[in-house]
């Protein structure tokens, strides 16, 4: 009998990767997913530490899921809970303490240590099971193969894991470990898969993405932009993005891919926190404003139509009125397709957190909509400026509308599309030129050769700024 298994993952695309790979090494044990937590007999929330609130979230959850815990074992059932992910490989103690209906809690590293930790845990109702040790074998070699969800056409691919840069607000160093990445060979390998199985679009995920440097076929090491080049190279792989990038680690190969490999998306996420350099300091970003304008200049003059999108971090200890204008004045000069913005909030056992002169609430909660203002009008903006071109467009799925198709622009965007039903198995997966015609909130609207024209713009929207975490660096 199939037993039932609710994941609910918080915070980055890392995260979701790390779930869906969860889901497999328990597919063997006879787990099928569920998407609701009361009746399931293994529950796992894959969770994430870059803010105060997240964190508390999951307490939150924790406590919900006490009476269905109770019920299940009433009527002669158990449910395994299990926390996971970077609030488990940060707090695993006080978790036990502070929810000891938890069963379970391990790291993100290892979570291919899965089958038997629940096998103890049957073994031993009532015994507590806390794994967040970086282990000695690398967790890549002891999962199975990647499944393609049915009908998926893009997928996660991660290729790297981990942080060196220690920026004094992040704990991703103290819960994801050191940087690692792996072998290129492996990294093609699961791409072709993926490509097999109907996937067209490849994101690479890593902390610090273009941080890569995976042994290639040839023994030598390969950077991120030497492997996007032999990704391009796999027939039937129409896209390729990454994220999240460091600015320090935008090599001149990196660049020239991007002006030189087609199937590199035009669309870069990249970082900067802060826009000044007494804060950039502060942070050990180690690079300045100027430095991160030049790489951008550098980029734009690769390929002329890229778009970015970035993180900012309002508040910071010792924040002053002219280090957020100096972030104000970086955001008019760059301009950005999106962002994702936050106040700042401590971290227990970063530098930051012990940090004097910490920025009142207030003061950040005025920063942050003043700075979120700024950057919402650059995206309207850019999302305006698509109106009348003619993009290619992925086609991804059905939309809510009978007769429509949702598909993604170069840039990321939704873009919905008039296509008969009939034709919809047919179409998923292709690339199709599409001229925009409208937009709704951050949707287009558009019509394929042909076509009579868009939908209404009822149809539903799309605000990157309000959606899932950046892996942050």
């Not at 707090?91 to 899965?114: C, K, N, S, W």
């Not at 691919?157 to 940087?179: H, M, N, S, W």
């Not at 950077?223 to 027939?235: P, V």
């Not at 909660?365 to 467009?393: W, Y």
């Amino acid at each position: 009998m199939t037993k039932k298994l609710y994941i609910k993952t918080y915070g980055c695309q890392m995260n979701v990767y790390d779930s869906e790979r969860m889901a497999d090494v328990l597919a063997p044990l006879g787990y099928g997913l569920s998407d609701r937590p009361d009746d399931a007999d293994l529950v796992i929330l894959n969770t994430c530490h870059i803010r105060e609130k997240a964190a508390e979230k999951v307490y939150s959850d924790l406590g919900r899921l006490k009476a269905p815990q109770q019920e299940k074992s009433e009527t002669g059932g158990r449910m395994i809970i299990a926390v996971a992910g970077c609030v488990a490989q940060a707090e695993g103690d006080e978790i036990m303490a502070r929810a000891p209906q938890v069963d379970m809690v391990f790291g993100p590293q290892t979570y291919h240590r899965l089958p038997e930790m629940i096998s103890k845990a049957k073994r031993a109702a009532g015994e507590k099971i806390l794994d967040t040790d970086f282990p000695a074998e690398d967790k890549f070699d002891h999962l199975p193969e990647e499944r393609v969800r049915k009908g998926e056409v893009t997928s996660f691919l991660t290729i790297q894991e981990g942080c060196d840069k220690f920026c004094t607000f992040c704990v991703v160093p103290y819960t994801r470990g050191a940087e690692f990445s792996r072998p290129a060979t492996t990294v093609l390998q699961e791409a072709r898969r993926l490509v097999a199985d109907g996937v067209r679009e490849v994101t690479l995920l890593g902390q610090n993405v273009n941080a890569y440097h995976g042994e290639g076929a040839d023994g030598r090491e390969w950077g991120l932009g030497r492997l996007c080049r032999e990704l391009a190279e796999i027939d039937g792989l129409e896209r390729i993005r990454y994220t999240t990038s460091h600015p320090r680690d935008v090599d001149d190969a990196l660049i020239a891919a991007h002006g030189e490999v087609e199937k590199l998306m035009p669309y870069l996420h990249l970082p900067v926190q802060s826009g000044s350099d007494r804060i950039l300091d502060a942070m050990n970003r180690k690079h300045t404003a100027d430095e991160y304008r030049r790489i951008v200049d550098r980029l734009r003059a690769a390929r002329p139509d890229l778009a970015l999108t970035s993180d900012f971090i309002v508040g910071y200890p010792g924040e002053s009125d002219q280090d957020f204008a100096d972030t104000l004045k970086l955001v008019t000069d760059i301009g950005y397709a999106g962002a994702f913005s936050f106040k700042y909030s401590e971290r227990p056992g970063t530098p930051a957190a012990s940090m004097r002169e910490q920025v009142d609430e207030t003061v950040k909660s005025e920063r942050l909509i003043a700075l979120q203002q700024l950057l919402d009008s650059q995206q309207e903006a850019f999302n305006a400026s698509m109106v009348g071109k003619t993009l290619p467009v992925l086609l991804e799925k059905p939309g809510r509308h009978e007769d429509q198709l949702v598909g993604r622009s170069p840039f990321l965007q939704p873009v919905h599309l008039n296509i008969p039903v009939s034709r919809h198995a047919a179409m998923i997966g292709t690339v199709i030129d599409c001229e925009i015609t409208g937009l709704s909130g951050h949707s287009l609207f558009a019509a394929p050769p042909g076509d009579a024209g868009p939908l209404s713009e009822n149809s539903a929207s799309h605000r990157p700024n309000s959606g899932q975490e950046r892996i942050s660096a």
